[in-house]
């Protein structure tokens, strides 16, 4: 019987899981569809576990579900420890949570700087996916700043995290990236509608600085054109941690090898035809 996969949250019309994701099970031939669900914060739990009783075989899950969904699962430890769930696996009858968006940035920083040990980071942001980045890098041993708008979110995360520090936006964030080795937007700032944000502009940023944004529409955001302007040799955009995080939920769910260059062509594909 065909498998049904899905991702839950709201809004979820633009989410580019279900391109993504068939285009992986065409690939690999598998007899399974994957859909999107606009569930509310409200609906969750019964979201949740419908999803069970319907046979669905596993959901991602997005904004503003991360955290509340945590509640409805079996979770895995670090899920708990973020304190936010984004993959949830129903094969064993239970609904077992997971968090796949740490993973997921590990691997782009892997790929793009090698060794993290030791590492300066400056993350932006002190939400969701700044605490699953976070995490994972903490225990991979870089030194982390928080950067936040709202302080008391970045004192807090900063406390949970084993050699972390924490910044505000203003002034003193200059000195603070002028010390980092990379620097990762973990904010929904440049994201579209409004896209010609950044919180670092090219005078803030040197020239072996890594800058990596999580979001990926648009594909090259203000931050990553002022990383241009800067000189700035490694550049991420946000579609890679995308398909990492989606290939690693894959894995849980089907336990076969995601097609990964053609989960990320299928994405670029939709990025550049659709225009959002
Ligand atoms: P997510 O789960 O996607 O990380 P979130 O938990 O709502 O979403 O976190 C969004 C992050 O983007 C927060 O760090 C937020 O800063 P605050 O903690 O001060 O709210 C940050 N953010 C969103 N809009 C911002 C803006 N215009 N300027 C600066 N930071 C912003």
Redesign the pocket.
């Known amino acids: 019987m065909k498998k049904i996969y899905g991702i839950i949250g709201d809004p979820v019309a633009h989410s580019l899981s279900p391109v993504m994701h068939n285009a992986a099970f065409e690939k690999l031939g598998m007899d399974a569809v994957y859909h999107a669900f606009r569930v509310s914060s409200e609906e969750v739990g019964d979201a949740i576990r419908g999803a069970k009783s319907l046979g669905i075989s596993g959901l991602n899950v997005t904004?503003p579900l991360?955290e509340k969904a945590l509640f409805f699962v079996d979770a895995e430890p670090i899920a708990k420890k973020i304190g936010a769930i984004n993959t949830i696996d129903f094969s064993s009858g239970t609904p077992i949570g997971y968090n796949t968006d740490g993973i997921g940035s590990l691997r782009v920083l892997k790929e793009t700087v090698g060794e993290i040990k030791g590492k300066n980071v400056l993350i932006l942001?002190?939400?969701?996916?700044?605490k699953a980045i976070s995490f994972y890098l903490d225990a991979k041993g870089a030194k982390i700043t928080i950067a936040?708008?709202?302080k008391e979110?970045a004192v807090h995360l900063t406390s949970k995290l084993s050699n972390a520090d924490f910044s505000g936006?203003g002034v003193e964030l200059g000195k603070r990236i002028e010390a980092s080795d990379i620097l990762i937007n973990?904010?929904?700032?440049g994201m579209h509608p409004n896209e010609d944000v950044s919180?670092v502009s090219a005078d803030m940023m040197h020239p072996d600085l890594v800058v990596f944004d999580i979001v990926y529409n648009p594909m090259e955001t203000k931050l990553l054109r002022e990383a241009k302007r800067a000189g700035v040799k490694k550049i991420v955009d946000g579609v890679k941690m995308l398909v990492y995080q989606g290939a690693a939920s894959f894995r849980i769910w089907t336990k076969e090898e995601p097609p990964i260059e053609v989960m990320e062509n299928a994405v670029r594909d939709a990025l550049i035809r659709e225009k959002f």
């Open positions: 904004i991360k942001g002190a939400g969701g996916a700044a936040n708008r709202t979110r936006l973990a904010t929904s700032v919180l």
